[in-house]
C-alpha cells in the first residue's frame, strides 16, 4: 500500500467542495464533502477547502504527491490563480495554488474544471490512448477542453475550448453568454428541460406524460432517456435532435482544428446510444471529407466523481 | 547586392503558375507566369514548374536560399506531397518538394496555400508582430490559416483551419463542401456576385444598376464597393451583411482558440472599411466577454502577389 501514488482531487463547486484521495489508476480511496460557503467570500471559501482537506487527510498514513484543484471561473493554471469564478460573490483574483501549497507544503495545480475533466479523460480515461482529443462535458452548461500532443491547449490567456458557445446559428436561440445559436442553448440541461416542457402539451401520446405523471416538476433527462429506451417516439426524436445540434457544433471544431477524437461526459451524456449515435452521425455528415473516417465520438470514462478524478488528475500530469 | 537573401516563391494555380524572385524583405524582383497545363495531368504540371522557375533564373546571378511552392490540395508540409489538389485531373499524390529539389539542388518546401498566405502575413505583412493569429483570405474559397506561437497549427494531419467550413447556420444555405450554412457559402465570390444578381431587380433605386448599365454580366466586388463608396444604402447593407457572418464565424474560431488576432486578405477583403467595421463589430458582438477588449481585426499587407510572396515565406520560415 506504502508504494502506491496518491493524489488530492478538489471540485470546487458553488454549494459544495468534493474532494478525494485519488491513487495513480483513479480509484478514489476516500471522499468527503464540505460546503462551499460561496456567499461568504473567497477567504471563506479557501478556508473551507483547507479545512476539507485536512478532514480527508486525518489519518492518512500514505504520503500525497500533491493537490489538484478544478475551479471554475478563468484560471491562469501557471500562476495557480482564479478569477471571477460565476456563483463566488466577490472573488476578483485568487492566489488559490500559492494559498494551498503554503498550508500543506505539497505541490498545488489549479485548472479550469472543464479543462480538469479533460485531463482526467487523458491520465485515466478514453483519452488514455489518444494524442489529441475533444472533451465535451453535457450540463447545466457545456465545457470543453482540448488536448494537444497530450497537453491542455488554452490558446493566448487560458481561455480557449468555449466550444460550447460556438453558434450553429447566428440567428438563433438567445444564449446567456450573449450571442446567439450557442451550442449550449440548445443542450444545456435547463434548456432541454425547458424545451420537452413546452412540446410536451403537444405530444399527448407520448410515454413521458405517463412517466411523470403528468406532473412536470420531476422531469428531467434520466425519464426523457428512459422514455426513448421503451420507444418513445417523441422521446428518441428529441434526443437524436440534441444528438445531430451537438454534432453540428462538432463538425466546427474539428474542420478548425483537426481533431477528431471526441469524448463527452456529462449528465446529458446519459442518453447513452441514441444520443452517441446522432452525435456521430451528425458530426461525420458535416465535416470536411477528409476527416469523414477519422471521426470517434467515445463517451467520458470518468462518471460519478468526474470532478474529483480530473482535479487529482492534474498532479499525475504536471508531475 | 550580393549580401541579400533571396527565395523563389511558386503560386501553383489551376490555371497558371506564377513565379517570383523574393527578398527578405517581401520584395519581388523579378516574377514570371507559365501555364499549369493542369489537364495534362501531374507530370506536365511538374514540368512547367520546373521551366518556369529555370525562367525566372535566367541571368539570375545572386544566389538563391530555397523554392517555397504554395498549392491547392492537401498537404503534408513534413513530406513536401501535393493530394488531390481541386482541378488538377489525375492528381493522387504528388512528391513535389523532392523532385523540385533534385532538379535545382536547393531546399523545396511546399505548404497548403491558405497556410502559405498566412505565413506570408507572418515573415513580411500584418502579423510579422503577433505570436498568435487566425488569417482568412477571402476569394471565390475562404481559405484559413492559424498561427500559434509563430508556427502553423496544422493538426493532426495538417488538415486545420478550415474556418471557411464552419457553419454559421446549420439549417443554411448549401456548401460545395457538402455541408449547410458554412461561411464560405454566403461570402465566398461567386455567391456573392448570384446573391446580388437575385437581389438587384428588387432594388432599382440602387448606384448598382447605372454602375454595370444594368447589364449584369461585368458585375464584380469592386462595384458593389464603388457603390458603397457613393454611400450606395444597397451596396452598404450588403457588405455589412457579408461581414457580420464573417465576424460570426470568426466569433467560433476564436471561442474555440483563444486567439484574437484576426487578419483578413483576399479580393472580397477589398471591400475595405464598410467590410472591416462590420467583420469587427460582429466578432466582438459573438465573442466571450473576456476576449472582447483583444479582439483586432487587420487587413492582410501582401495584396496583389500574396501568392508569390506566401511561398517564398516559406523558405525564410523554414531555414
Not at 138 to 165: C, D, P, Q, R
Request: one cysteine or more; hydrophobic letters at 40%; a positive charge.
Amino acid at each position: 500500500m506504502s508504494k502506491s501514488k496518491y493524489a488530492v482531487g478538489v471540485d470546487l463547486g458553488g454549494t459544495s467542495i468534493k474532494i478525494g484521495l485519488v491513487n495513480k489508476e483513479g480509484k478514489i480511496v476516500k471522499k468527503i464533502s464540505v460546503d462551499s460557503n460561496a456567499q461568504n467570500g473567497p477567504d471563506e471559501v479557501v478556508s473551507q477547502i483547507k479545512k476539507g482537506i485536512k478532514l480527508l487527510l486525518k489519518n492518512i498514513k500514505d504520503k500525497v504527491e500533491g493537490i489538484g484543484i478544478g475551479s471554475p471561473g478563468t484560471v491562469d493554471s501557471q500562476k495557480g490563480t482564479v478569477e471571477n469564478p460565476p456563483n463566488f460573490p466577490g472573488w476578483i483574483k485568487v492566489h488559490l495554488a500559492k494559498s494551498i501549497k503554503k498550508e500543506f507544503g505539497v505541490d498545488c495545480f489549479v485548472e479550469n474544471d472543464a479543462n480538469a475533466a479533460a485531463i482526467g479523460e487523458l491520465i485515466y480515461g478514453s483519452g488514455k490512448k489518444f494524442d489529441n482529443f475533444i472533451m465535451i462535458t453535457l450540463g447545466t452548461g457545456v465545457g470543453s477542453g482540448i488536448i494537444i500532443n497530450k497537453k491542455i491547449y488554452g490558446g493566448e490567456t487560458g481561455g480557449a475550448g468555449e466550444i460550447g458557445h460556438t453558434t450553429i446559428d447566428h440567428n438563433g436561440a438567445q444564449c446567456k453568454c450573449g450571442s446567439k445559436g450557442c451550442i449550449e442553448a440548445y443542450v444545456g440541461n435547463n434548456y432541454i428541460i425547458k424545451r420537452v416542457k413546452e412540446e410536451l402539451p403537444l405530444q399527448p401520446d407520448s410515454l413521458i406524460n405517463r412517466l411523470i405523471e403528468n406532473d412536470m416538476s420531476p422531469l428531467t433527462p434520466k425519464i426523457i432517456h428512459e422514455a426513448a429506451l421503451q420507444n418513445d417516439t417523441y422521446a428518441i426524436s428529441f434526443i437524436v435532435d440534441i444528438g445531430t445540434k451537438i454534432g453540428h457544433g462538432l463538425a466546427n471544431a474539428i474542420n478548425t482544428l483537426d481533431i477528431t477524437n471526441i469524448i463527452i461526459g456529462g449528465g446529458v451524456a446519459g442518453f447513452g446510444d441514441i444520443l452517441f449515435n446522432a452525435i456521430r452521425e451528425a458530426t461525420v455528415d458535416r465535416v470536411m471529407i477528409p476527416f469523414k473516417p477519422r471521426v470517434k465520438v467515445k463517451p467520458a470514462k470518468l462518471k460519478n466523481d468526474a470532478g474529483i478524478k480530473g482535479a487529482s488528475a492534474l498532479v499525475f500530469y504536471k508531475s
